[in-house]
């Protein structure tokens, strides 16, 4: 299984373009490994393709299993 995280950066300008505050965001993305599935341990459900979690600790819900 491979863990992608997307990291999304948001900059809020006053209109003198100063940095009033920084937030970041982080999504991850799983992708089995090339004839395997993802599984949910904790719904059962099977993901053949990608799976976008909102948190790092939903990663430990999923597993990869034989097709």
């Known amino acids: ?7 999304t950066i ?6 003198n373009r100063k940095i009033l505050r ?3 965001t982080e999504a991850y993305v799983l992708y089995p ?7 949910n ?4 459900k099977v993901f053949t393709k990608s ?3 909102g948190n790092k600790g939903q990663v430990k819900d ?3 299993i034989d097709l």
């Open 1 to 7: 299984m491979t863990i992608n995280i997307i990291q």
């Open 41 to 44: 341990t904790v719904t059962g």
């Open 51 to 53: 799976v976008n979690l």
């Open 10 to 15: 948001t900059n809020i300008l006053d209109e």
């Open 22 to 24: 920084t937030a970041l």
């Open 62 to 64: 999923y597993i990869e």
């Open 33 to 39: 490994a090339e004839g395997k599935a993802l599984k």
